[in-house]
């Protein structure tokens, strides 16, 4: 008998399981069994979670502790924002539940902690979002199992959205970081070092195989008036070694529609004693001109001014760009590859330990910016 | 090579097209004897896309004997750079550049073409480069007008 199992999600629309159910709904593996989501979620968000529900044909149910009672759900797909995200999916995990969760995996380190404590405690899988299932990512993986670049000298990794209309930040001043950071995902803007850097972050000590030391951070307000109006930061760089020294800098954030002709720089370079490695997520790719209208940024949606929902983005007549089409960007493998570890009954290289170690170095990052110093892993608590 | 890019790249930033420059990313990879010089150099040259602000914080990575080296630099006025030499096994030496301005981008990649710099006409300014060997040293951030003399 072919494997199957029934996935519940947990938040709709103007979250990331927008692109999440689709491509568990495409495997045949897996069916969604409903929408669900904290009993108490206000009016809004109840809708959102609705209008998913109602897209992809099944149904809404409002309490999500009653949902963990169907005995067709073996595995959740976790988008709750961040301030929610822990302490669902440590519900989902008691109740015997494989967890899918968005990134990153919990916005302080006790939570993460007490997911990772909840996950082992109950047996389950789990599995947090990232690259390291892109096609290119797992180019580099075999190259570099293969020797190609010999001994890892340092990398060097950007990855940047070009999403959002740039240019009404007021600049001039450096941007004073709290730490612990706060208002990890607000309507208007994000934390981009939390949202962003978090994909170059558990990329590469995927790809080394290596624990990050130390953390050298700082953030800033370049591009965005909402993000500078809500004080969280639009972008960050990080200055980091991994076990045995190797240098690591990683630049992360969102810098607006205009500055790329795709969906924003993202490219790691892996200097190597025998050769140096550029994984660049835009490449391959198709590159396009024809006698057409030009591109041009959307109307700014009121409820989502950075693009980030795709909901918003249809409302607000968003277009995409097509003078660059990579070839190789999968929308679904992520999805795959953690539906083939449930069916091999293997762990996830992206479990919440791998995501909690993450989370770790991104808190060190927001360490480091308010304090001015080099923070050393592991941190306290 | 540089009697081309810098004032091409200056010339972008001069037009306005990208904004204002927020923030440099320099890779520099390339056999060199003097790879502190050459990240001084670069720093030097990085400064001036930014317009020249006073630097505010400095942290330096790696060995002063090595030539893997990274340069992270904050401006007072919010403005930031990161800088990376580095080996390059190929033949060719390889560069790369991005310079993001709040409303837009300019970069910057050799590959296919030769990418060294010989910085012939930068002058070396020393107590930079003598911050930065603090730095790496001592495996400290300098920060404060007091530290950082440049």
Redesign the interface.
């Known amino acids: 008998m072919s494997y199957s199992l029934g996935m519940l999600l947990v938040s709709g629309d103007y979250t990331h399981q927008e692109m999440y159910a689709p491509a568990f709904a495409r495997d045949p593996r897996c069916r969604l069994v409903a929408v669900t989501d904290e009993a108490d979620v206000d009016a809004e968000r109840r809708a959102w979670n609705e209008a998913l529900a109602h897209r992809h044909g099944i149904p809404h149910i409002a309490d999500l502790s009653e949902s963990l009672q169907l005995p067709q759900t073996q595995a959740v797909s976790i988008c709750a924002p961040p301030d929610r995200r822990a302490r669902i999916a440590i519900q989902c995990a008691r109740a015997g539940k494989h967890l899918y969760l968005d990134k990153p995996l919990a916005p302080r380190l006790e939570q993460a902690h007490a997911i990772v404590t909840a996950v082992q405690q109950a047996g389950v899988h789990s599995h947090m979002f990232s690259f390291i299932t892109q096609p290119w990512a797992r180019r580099a993986e075999r190259l570099l199992a293969g020797g190609y670049v010999g001994q890892i000298r340092a990398i060097h990794a950007e990855t940047l959205f070009a999403k959002g209309s740039a240019g009404t930040a007021v600049l001039g001043t450096s941007r004073q970081e709290e730490y612990p950071p706060g208002r990890q995902q607000l309507v208007t803007a994000k934390r981009e070092l939390d949202n962003i850097g978090i994909y170059p972050i558990s990329l590469i000590s995927w790809l080394t195989k290596k624990r990050y030391r130390t953390v050298y951070g700082t953030t800033a307000n370049y591009f965005f008036r909402e993000h500078q109006e809500q004080d969280v930061e639009d972008f960050g760089v990080l200055s980091c070694t991994l076990e045995g020294g190797i240098p690591i800098t990683i630049a992360a954030g969102r810098t607006g529609w205009c500055s790329h002709p795709a969906g924003g720089l993202n490219r790691v370079t892996v200097v190597g004693s025998k050769q140096t490695l550029v994984l660049d997520a835009n490449q391959p790719r198709l590159e396009v001109y024809a006698a057409e209208p030009p591109w041009t940024p959307p109307a700014g949606h009121p409820k989502d001014p950075m693009a980030f929902w795709s909901t918003s983005q249809k409302e607000a007549g968003f277009t995409p760009k097509r003078t660059w089409l990579p070839l190789f960007a999968d929308v679904t493998s992520d999805a795959r590859y953690f539906l083939d570890c449930l069916e091999a009954d293997r762990p996830s290289e992206m479990s919440v330990v791998e995501a909690a170690r993450a989370t770790e170095v991104l808190l060190a990052g927001y360490r480091s910016a308010a304090t001015g110093k080099v923070v050393e892993l592991d941190l306290p608590g | 090579m540089d009697s081309k890019l810098f004032p091409a790249v200056e010339d972008v930033i001069r037009s306005g097209r990208i904004?204002?420059p927020?923030?440099v990313?320099w890779?520099l990879?390339g056999q060199c004897e003097t790879p502190l010089k050459r990240l001084t150099q670069a720093a030097t040259i990085a400064r001036g896309w930014l317009g020249g602000p006073t630097i505010?914080?400095l942290?330096a990575?790696?060995s002063p004997d090595d030539s893997?080296l990274?340069l992270?630099m904050?401006?007072?006025?919010?403005t930031?750079a990161?800088l990376?030499t580095?080996?390059?096994?190929?033949p060719e030496a390889?560069i790369?550049i991005?310079i993001?301005g709040?409303?837009?981008?300019v970069?910057f990649d050799s590959?296919g073409v030769d990418g060294a710099l010989t910085f012939d006409d930068v002058l070396l300014d020393q107590g930079l480069q003598a911050v930065i060997e603090f730095s790496l040293r001592h495996?400290?951030?300098m920060?404060g007008p007091g530290a950082l003399r440049s």
């Not at chain 2, 904050?74 to 919010?78: C, L």
């Not at chain 2, 709040?102 to 981008?105: A, D, M, P």
């Open positions: 904004g204002r927020v923030f990313r890779l990879l505010d914080r942290y990575l790696g893997a990274v992270s904050g401006f007072q006025d919010g930031a990161m990376a580095g080996p390059e096994p190929a390889r790369d991005l993001l709040n409303r837009g981008s970069c590959s495996r400290e951030p920060s």
